[in-house]
T-cell receptor, first 114, second 114 residues
Framework: NAGVTQTPKFRVLKTGQSMTLLCAQDMNHEYMYWYRQDPGMGLRLIHYSVGEGTTAKGEVPDGYNVSRLKKQNFLLGLESAAPSQTSVYFC?????????????FGEGSRLTVL | GDSVTQMEGPVTLSEEAFLTINCTYT??????LFWYVQYPGEGLQLLLK?????DKGSNKGFEATYRKETTSFHLEKGSVQVSDSAVYFCALSDRGTSYDKVIFGPGTSLSVIP
């Protein structure tokens, strides 16, 4: 029962470097989400996808890009990392519309930008 | 826009004490309401939910009632245990404006001491 798997779990970057976070789910879920978690601010939605080939902006999309080429994978990219992007990133997925369903979360990816 | 407000933490209680974590929301449509819990080092998981006014969600001894008149969804438990130590997030999904998204409050950290 893998559920939602995020890789890598930890990463340290220098300002200006790029990287990609991978989220994979094995539950055949349609909906996938990327959140960032910062102290005192809860979870803020970066981007989300309601199906393969679709993406949409969330609350804090600037500086991030995403792709959903395959239903089971949702990639989050940072083209030019900044210290303000130091955070814990969570991927989540849902089978149905989230107003009635449940979000399933990965264990998080801790990113530090120096 | 839609938003969720929670009581400030951290909250520290002795084992077997009564727990209340206040949550109020602002929504332009008709939201579903959720409590998610995050144990140390893990992702969030759904604790309970309510999808319409006066509904009561319950799970693992926790309860919350959807109060439309006071726009509230307070979390309660009659007797907390050390294992309940975690961060609790109130959240909403608004069928009117953010059908496919879940908006989280800032979280309330709970520590239960023996």
């Amino acid at each position: 029962n893998a559920g939602v798997t995020q890789t890598p779990k930890f990463r340290v970057l220098k300002t200006g470097q790029s990287m990609t976070l991978l989220c994979a789910q094995d539950m055949n879920h349609e909906y996938m989400y990327w959140y960032r978690q910062d102290p005192g601010m809860g979870l803020r939605l970066i981007h989300y996808s309601v199906g393969e080939g679709t993406t949409a902006k969330g609350e804090v999309p600037d500086g991030y890009n995403v792709s959903r080429l395959k239903k089971q994978n949702f990639l989050l990219g940072l083209e030019s990392a900044a210290p303000s992007q130091t955070s814990v990133y969570f991927c989540a997925s849902a089978l149905t519309r989230v107003n009635t369903g449940e979000l399933f979360f990965g264990e998080g990816s801790r990113l530090t930008v120096l | 826009g839609d938003s969720v407000t929670q009581m400030e933490g951290p909250v520290t209680l002795s084992e077997e004490a009564f727990l209340t974590i206040n949550c109020t929301y602002t929504a332009t449509g008709y939201p579903s309401l959720f409590w998610y819990v995050q144990y140390p080092g893990e992702g969030l998981q759904l604790l309970l939910k309510a999808t319409k006014a006066d509904d009561k969600g319950s799970n693992k001894g926790f309860e919350a009632t959807y109060r439309k008149e006071t726009t509230s969804f307070h979390l309660e438990k009659g007797s907390v245990q050390v294992s309940d130590s975690a961060v609790y997030f109130c959240a909403l999904s608004d069928r009117g404006t953010s059908y496919d998204k879940v908006i989280f409050g800032p979280g309330t950290s709970l520590s239960v001491i023996p």
